[in-house]
Structure formats: structure tokens, C-alpha cells
């Protein structure tokens, strides 16, 4: 089912969003002929099971769909309404007309949503959309201030989605579209050296770059190793039991996009950030995604925590022996 879904929205997204969609986001333009084919697509619903009407993806097809998004730069919220739309299937609310927003913090595209969700003591809360202000990231992405309106909806999580489950949730979207940025930065920075010659020779036949791409590989394909086990171990124990995996792959695919950021700029010199050209979008997504979802930092400093709280005896079998079953 997600090859089903990945191809047509790769077509989709390489003709309907390309720098000049980019770009326009970052002066507010709403893509909304883009918007309207990803939802003919019924691609919000590939969290929600079948016989809710959608797609029924795990966690590992679905991270697929948010690897791809982040290869085109991520030009909808559709990462977000896909969890808007199974933390309400989880609840069994009924699912309204129009864009939903994760209000807990503040939402992709907020200004277009007609209601919003929030989630406290294991209870999630249907709302409608009230105020909002505007807001963006440092990729200049809206990222916008809800105010909830009149409380239209509200139910018990199960205990797939309770505590900090969609958190967790989010922090693997953002791991899973910084892996697929980083990737479509190299992939540019690949081809860049191949056909870019100086002193007669592409400059991708000097060592010095090389090496710089290999590096970078190297740094991209351990982070998608660490999405992708992520995303099993969600499959296997839920999102609460893979909190160790996610974090550590969200640490991991902040590291690739902080690289992939640097390297790629290295190779393709100053017209990677020209306005035709597609890179500084993406890189610049990748430096705003690394604080999305909790930073490498925030991570980073939980992983240590729940290290020295198991104890030095138990840290290389926690480093070697771990199954993601």
C-alpha cells in the first residue's frame, strides 16, 4: 500500500512544487491546488485504518510518505494532518470538514486550519478554530499561534496514543522529512559535481570532494537506518515503547541535516542559494526541522537520562542487544 501512495505523490510533488512554490510559501502564498490533489489522494488518512475509510499504513509505510515529503520540501501540512486525523480516529471523534491543526504547539499552515485538536490527561479535544497569529519558522514556513474556539468534540486516547505518544509521533515526522531533505541535498550536490568542471575536469573527479560526498552519504544513510528502526520499533511496541529509537533518530537526522546543510552549499558554491535554484529551500528547511519536534539537544539529553538511570551494567546490552521487537 505505500508504494501505491509513494509514487503518486513523488509525481505529484515534482510537478506541483518546485522553487517557485517553494518560495512562494515563505510570502504566505497557500498552495492550495496542491493542497486539494493531496486530498483527493486520501493521502490524510493513511494513518487512520481501513475500516475508518483510510489507508491503515504502519508506522514504517508510512514513514516512506514523510521521506518523501521532505525530498520536495514539504510544500503542505500533510505530515500533520496525517497525525490530526489518527489521533481522531483514535479517539473515535467524528472527523469534521475542512484542515485540522495539532494546537498543543504551534501548527503548520495554523491559519488555514477550521479546527484544531489538543490532547491533556489522556483526553483529546476536538475545536474549532478561533483566533490565530501569525508565525513562522526560520525556513519561513507558517508556523502559527491557535486560539481554540467553541469545543465542538471530546474523548479518551487509547493507550496506543496516550502520554506523550504524539509528541512522538511528531518528532518521527520531522526525523522521517530531515532524512528526505538530506537526501534530495546530496542528490543535488551529487549532480552538481558531475557536471560542474574547473581545470578541465568535473570537480567531482577531486579528492577533496569526494570525500566531502562520502561523508555525507555515509551521514545520510545512518540516519535513514535509524528512521526506519524507529519507525519498526513503533510498529512492534508502540509509540511509548519506542521512545529510545525515535530520539535517537531524531538526534541522528538533525546530525545529517546540519551536514547535508553545510556540504551541499560547499559543493554547489554560491549558486545553491540563488532564487532559481532549489537547494536553500530545502537546506534551509533542514536547519528549521532540527529545533521541530524537539531539538537534537532535548533528545540527546533524554537518551542520557535514561542511560544513567539503568546503570553503567546495563549500557553495552542496551547498545547491542536492543530488538526492535
Same mark, same amino acid.
Do not use: Y
Given at each position: 500500500?505505500?508504494?501505491?501512495?509513494?509514487?503518486?505523490?513523488?509525481?505529484?510533488?515534482?510537478?506541483?512544487?518546485?522553487?517557485?512554490?517553494?518560495?512562494?510559501?515563505?510570502?504566505?502564498?497557500?498552495?492550495?491546488?496542491?493542497?486539494?490533489?493531496?486530498?483527493?489522494?486520501?493521502?490524510?488518512?493513511?494513518?487512520?485504518?481501513?475500516?475508518?475509510?483510510?489507508?491503515?499504513?504502519?508506522?514504517?509505510?508510512?514513514?516512506?510518505?514523510?521521506?518523501?515529503?521532505? /525530498?520536495?520540501?514539504?510544500?503542505?501540512?500533510?505530515?500533520?494532518?496525517?497525525?490530526?486525523?489518527?489521533?481522531?480516529?483514535?479517539?473515535?471523534?467524528p472527523a469534521p470538514e475542512g484542515m485540522l491543526a495539532l494546537g498543543q504547539c504551534a501548527?503548520?499552515?495554523?491559519?488555514?486550519?477550521?479546527?484544531?485538536?489538543?490532547?491533556?490527561?489522556? /483526553?483529546?479535544?476536538?475545536?474549532?478554530?478561533?483566533?490565530?497569529?501569525?508565525?513562522?519558522?526560520?525556513?519561513?514556513?507558517?508556523?502559527?499561534?491557535?486560539?481554540?474556539?467553541?469545543?465542538?468534540?471530546?474523548?479518551?486516547?487509547?493507550?496506543?496514543?496516550?502520554?506523550?505518544?504524539?509528541?512522538?509521533?511528531?518528532?518521527?515526522?520531522?526525523?522521517?522529512?530531515?532524512?528526505?531533505?538530506?537526501?534530495?541535498?546530496?542528490?543535488?550536490?551529487?549532480?552538481?559535481?558531475?557536471?560542474?568542471?574547473?581545470?578541465?575536469?568535473?570537480?567531482?573527479?577531486?579528492?577533496? #570532494?569526494?570525500?566531502?560526498?562520502?561523508?555525507?552519504?555515509?551521514?545520510?544513510?545512518?540516519?535513514?537506518?535509524? #528512521?526506519?528502526?524507529?519507525?519498526?520499533?513503533?510498529?512492534?511496541?508502540?509509540?511509548?515503547?519506542?521512545?529510545?529509537?525515535?530520539?535517537?533518530?531524531?538526534?541522528?537526522?538533525?546530525?545529517?541535516?546540519?551536514?547535508?546543510?553545510?556540504?551541499?552549499?560547499?559543493?554547489?558554491?554560491?549558486?545553491?542559494?540563488?532564487?532559481?535554484?532549489?537547494?536553500?529551500?530545502?537546506?534551509?528547511?533542514?536547519?528549521?526541522?532540527?529545533?521541530?519536534?524537539?531539538?537534537?539537544?532535548?533528545?540527546?539529553?533524554?537518551?542520557?537520562?535514561?542511560?544513567?538511570?539503568?546503570?553503567?551494567?546495563?549500557?553495552?546490552?542496551?547498545?547491542?542487544? /536492543?530488538?526492535?521487537?
Amino acid at each position: 500500500m505505500s508504494d501505491l501512495l509513494v509514487e503518486p505523490l513523488a509525481r505529484l510533488l515534482a510537478a506541483e512544487a518546485g522553487p517557485g512554490v517553494l518560495a512562494g510559501i515563505g510570502r504566505g502564498d497557500w498552495p492550495a491546488g496542491l493542497w486539494r490533489q493531496v486530498q483527493a489522494l486520501g493521502l490524510p488518512l493513511a494513518l487512520v485504518a481501513e475500516e475508518a475509510g483510510g489507508a491503515g499504513l504502519s508506522w514504517a509505510e508510512v514513514v516512506a510518505l514523510w521521506q518523501e515529503l521532505g /525530498r520536495h520540501g514539504a510544500p503542505v501540512p500533510l505530515g500533520e494532518a496525517m497525525l490530526a486525523q489518527a489521533l481522531l480516529a483514535a479517539a473515535g471523534l467524528p472527523a469534521p470538514e475542512g484542515m485540522l491543526a495539532l494546537g498543543q504547539c504551534a501548527a503548520a499552515w495554523g491559519r488555514m486550519a477550521s479546527h484544531l485538536l489538543r490532547w491533556e490527561n489522556g /483526553r483529546l479535544a476536538l475545536h474549532a478554530a478561533g483566533g490565530w497569529e501569525a508565525g513562522a519558522n526560520a525556513a519561513g514556513e507558517p508556523r502559527d499561534d491557535l486560539t481554540p474556539a467553541a469545543l465542538l468534540a471530546e474523548g479518551p486516547l487509547p493507550e496506543a496514543w496516550a502520554g506523550e505518544a504524539p509528541e512522538l509521533a511528531l518528532a518521527l515526522l520531522r526525523a522521517a522529512q530531515l532524512t528526505g531533505a538530506a537526501e534530495a541535498a546530496l542528490a543535488l550536490a551529487v549532480d552538481w559535481a558531475n557536471t560542474r568542471h574547473q581545470f578541465g575536469r568535473p570537480i567531482g573527479r577531486f579528492q577533496a #570532494v569526494q570525500h566531502m560526498l562520502a561523508q555525507l552519504a555515509a551521514e545520510v544513510a545512518l540516519a535513514q537506518a535509524a #528512521v526506519a528502526g524507529a519507525a519498526q520499533a513503533a510498529d512492534a511496541r508502540g509509540l511509548a515503547g519506542a521512545a529510545f529509537e525515535i530520539a535517537c533518530a531524531k538526534v541522528m537526522a538533525g546530525e545529517a541535516g546540519r551536514e547535508a546543510a553545510a556540504r551541499s552549499h560547499q559543493v554547489l558554491g554560491a549558486i545553491g542559494m540563488t532564487a532559481e535554484h532549489g537547494l536553500h529551500h530545502l537546506t534551509r528547511r533542514l536547519l528549521a526541522w532540527r529545533e521541530e519536534g524537539g531539538s537534537e539537544r532535548l533528545w540527546a539529553a533524554r537518551i542520557g537520562r535514561a542511560a544513567l538511570e539503568r546503570g553503567g551494567a546495563r549500557l553495552w546490552a542496551d547498545l547491542t542487544a /536492543r530488538d526492535v521487537t
